[in-house]
């Protein structure tokens, strides 16, 4: 029986974990804190390649509406093509692994995978699957750290503790300038929501002051913080993901969405690849593989956003505006479904957007 360590119980590699074991693999995953413990998310479940489904622990709601504001503000529908839940990530990740365990997965708690006993899990293991997020250990033993910082959204979050009620159902999303980036409001529940920042160029301002600066504009000021939190979401899938018998998954491998910055979907998808391409002894097909499955969507949306942050905001709220009185949802334009090509195919987008440079 081939013997497969995980580095890191965040979703790729608890999602690896439960494939591996259920495909009769002998797991052990290792994780640096408690599973559950070491989260950082706004905790919107996006589903965008329809491959999930229903996350089984932990949902909160499925989110019905979406509320953009540019200049104005546009509610979109959350029609069956999309497939979004507010969850809780803990809840989520503590039942994914109870359900691990059970599968006879040997999960081993609060210990750090160092650059020292990375090289010893090399040699006792056939293969290792390093989800250990940004920035990864196989980076530090192999040299590539600074990719993460150079590729990588900035993001910042409070949770706070308040009445959000009036959000409850529906996510919030404002674009602002003067950074190239947006802030959400992620209810998961009536009292409680996770509001924060992300910034995809790099910029100069304090993040932590913008976003102080949405609470007073968003009157959240006076609501209690409960967790206080940020960190990098890798943007750019890096060209190699196998070094020696190491696996990259997640956010390891760079697979967060350069458009709306979400990762859990591609780093679940990810985990389940890497132990499908360990079993039918196609690893050096890993890459390929992946690419196959998230490609398309992944360059849709850098394309889309590159397109974008070249226009001011009253240009972009303008073809908002237009897509949002054709009184489709975006389900059907594919901008939260992985099928970006299909919406910077139609016409009028074509005529407002510039085009893609070379
Ligand atoms: C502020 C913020 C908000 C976000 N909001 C969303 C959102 O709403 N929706 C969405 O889809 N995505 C969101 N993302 C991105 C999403 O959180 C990540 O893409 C996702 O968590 C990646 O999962 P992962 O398993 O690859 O890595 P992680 O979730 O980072 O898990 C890595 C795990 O490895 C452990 N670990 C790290 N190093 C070691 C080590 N040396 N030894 C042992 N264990 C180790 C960590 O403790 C952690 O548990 C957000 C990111 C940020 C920063």
Redesign the pocket.
């Known amino acids: 029986m081939q013997k497969i360590a995980i580095?890191?119980?965040?979703?790729?590699?608890?999602?690896a974990a439960i494939e591996g074991a259920k495909s009769g693999l002998s797991v052990t995953l290792?994780?640096?804190?408690e599973?559950?413990?070491?989260?950082?998310?706004?905790?919107?479940?996006?589903d965008t390649l329809n491959m999930l489904g229903k996350p089984r622990y932990g949902v909160r709601f499925k989110v019905e509406e979406i509320e953009l504001k540019i200049k104005s503000k546009y509610v979109f529908p959350c029609d069956d093509k999309i497939n979004i839940w507010m969850i809780d990530?803990r809840e989520w990740?503590k039942g994914l692994a109870e359900e691990a365990r059970s599968l006879g997965v040997n999960i081993i708690e609060n210990?750090?995978?160092?650059k020292e006993?990375?090289i010893e899990l090399v040699w006792e293991y056939d293969w290792i699957i390093d989800?250990?997020?940004?920035i990864?250990?196989t980076s530090q033993v192999y040299g590539f750290h600074k990719y993460y910082k150079d590729t990588s959204a900035v993001?910042?979050?409070y949770t706070l503790a308040g009445d959000f009620s009036e959000y409850y159902g529906r996510i919030k999303l404002v674009l602002e300038d003067p950074y190239t980036g947006y802030y959400?409001i992620?209810p998961k529940s009536k009292n409680e929501a996770?509001v924060?920042l992300?910034v995809f160029k790099s910029t100069k301002l304090n993040l932590w002051a913008k976003l102080d600066r949405v609470l007073e504009k968003e009157g959240l000021s006076s609501y209690k913080i409960t967790k206080k939190?940020?960190?990098?979401?890798?943007t750019v899938k890096l060209d190699r993901l196998v070094y020696d018998n190491v696996l990259l998954?997640?956010?390891?491998?760079g697979?967060?969405?350069p458009l709306?910055?979400?990762?859990?979907?591609?780093?679940?998808i990810?985990?389940k690849m890497a132990i499908q391409n360990i079993l039918h002894n196609r690893v050096d097909c890993y890459e390929r593989d992946l690419s196959n499955i998230l490609d398309r969507k992944l360059e849709g949306e850098r394309e889309l956003f590159e397109r974008l942050v070249s226009l001011n905001s009253g240009v972009i709220d303008y073809i908002i505006k237009i897509v949002h009185r054709s009184g489709r949802t975006l389900g059907d334009y594919g901008v939260l479904n992985g099928r970006i090509h299909k919406f910077l195919q139609l016409g009028i987008i074509q005529a407002l957007l510039p085009t893609k440079k070379k």
């Open positions: 580095i890191g119980g965040g979703p790729a590699g608890l999602t290792y994780e640096k804190l599973i559950g413990e070491n989260i950082r998310c706004a905790e919107g479940f996006f990530r990740q210990i750090t995978i160092t006993f990375f989800s250990s997020g940004a990864s250990i993001t910042v979050q959400w992620f996770n924060g992300g939190m940020g960190g990098l979401c890798p998954a997640g956010d390891a491998a697979l967060v969405s709306h910055g979400g990762g859990i979907d591609t780093a679940c990810s985990g």
